[in-house]
């Protein structure tokens, strides 16, 4: 069982950057790979990017491609996501997932434990 607090969300105006944080719990945290997913209102949530358990594999989503970077440090149980050159499109609540698969999925379905939550608004 993983517990996932996002935290670092906020307003921003376009351009502007921000280092979203995904804390978890227990000791088992390099055994998931993690992702980020996002979810505007009336949209599905989507797939923002996806980092493997030991932090060599990363995939992102075509719309944050060389804006975002995904990180995580195992030794404290936590995964990174910075933001940079934020636009307006990318006004959401920003989620965390951990997959315990050992296939890299960009699939919401596929990942096991979620967290709450982090509000990102991007001002234009």
């Known amino acids: 069982q993983v517990q996932l607090v996002e935290s670092g969300g906020g307003l921003v105006q376009a351009g502007d950057s921000l280092r979203l944080s995904c804390a978890a719990s227990?000791?088992?945290?390099?055994?998931?790979?993690m992702g980020w997913f996002r979810q505007a209102p009336g949209k599905e949530r989507e797939f923002v990017a996806r980092?493997?358990?030991?932090?060599?594999?990363?995939v992102y989503a075509d719309s944050v491609k060389g804006r975002f970077t995904i990180s995580r440090e195992n030794a404290k149980n936590t995964v990174f996501l910075q933001m940079n050159s934020l636009k307006p499109e990318d006004t959401a609540v920003y989620y965390c997932?951990?997959?315990?698969?050992?296939?890299?999925?960009?699939?919401?379905?596929?990942?096991?434990?979620w967290g709450q939550g982090t509000q990102v608004t991007v001002s234009s």
């Open positions: 980092i493997g358990r030991m932090g060599r594999n990363k």
């Open positions: 997932a951990a997959d315990a698969q050992p296939v890299t999925t960009t699939v919401s379905g596929h990942y096991d434990y």
């Open positions: 227990g000791r088992t945290f390099s055994s998931y790979a």
